[in-house]
């Protein structure tokens, strides 16, 4: 049951994430308003990667990681700092879409089972595949928030061209 729950709210925040920017132009997804060190199509790719960790890597399973994911959306990267071409955002979405249903799938019935222990930077440590994901809800929404705000600066960037 519980695993149930968690896999809907997963879902759930991912649809919320993808309609949130289906509609942008790929021009929006790299405007990097003033006062930002990113930009939407970082915050798409550094979801995904993060989920993509926590989920599969932190249950030793096999991640489905792009080569280039690391160098462009990791922690502490920067678009500005890019040296090769990232990803368009209907690459990003069609990942961003199936990576929950994988979750599903190679999650069921494993939520409870333990890993080896991380501690986030927040200082909240996870012990086991659930908390991991359970995290990533959060981590997600944290980086809603960020590609609310991208688009709403970005928007008025425009304008002022």
Request: aromatic letters at 10%; a negative charge.
């Amino acid at each position: 049951m519980m695993d149930q729950i968690v896999f809907k709210q997963i879902e759930f925040v991912r649809s919320v994430t993808v309609r949130a920017v289906e509609e942008l132009s790929e021009e929006m997804l790299d405007i990097i308003p003033q006062g930002f060190n990113n930009n939407i199509r970082w915050n798409l790719g550094h979801i995904y990667l993060v989920q993509e960790k926590f989920a599969f890597h932190s249950a030793r399973e096999l991640m489905q990681l792009p080569e280039s994911f690391e160098r462009l959306f990791a922690k502490g990267t920067k678009p500005a700092e890019w040296r090769e071409k990232s990803p368009t955002l209907e690459v990003l979405i069609e990942m961003l879409s199936e990576q929950p249903k994988r979750i599903q799938e190679a999650m069921h019935n494993r939520l409870s089972e333990q890993v080896t222990p991380l501690t986030t930077g927040s200082g909240l440590t996870l012990n086991s595949i659930g908390e991991f994901i359970n995290f990533t809800l959060y981590h997600e929404g944290m980086h809603f928030n960020s590609i609310k705000l991208l688009n709403r600066f970005a928007d008025n960037s425009l304008r002022d061209l």
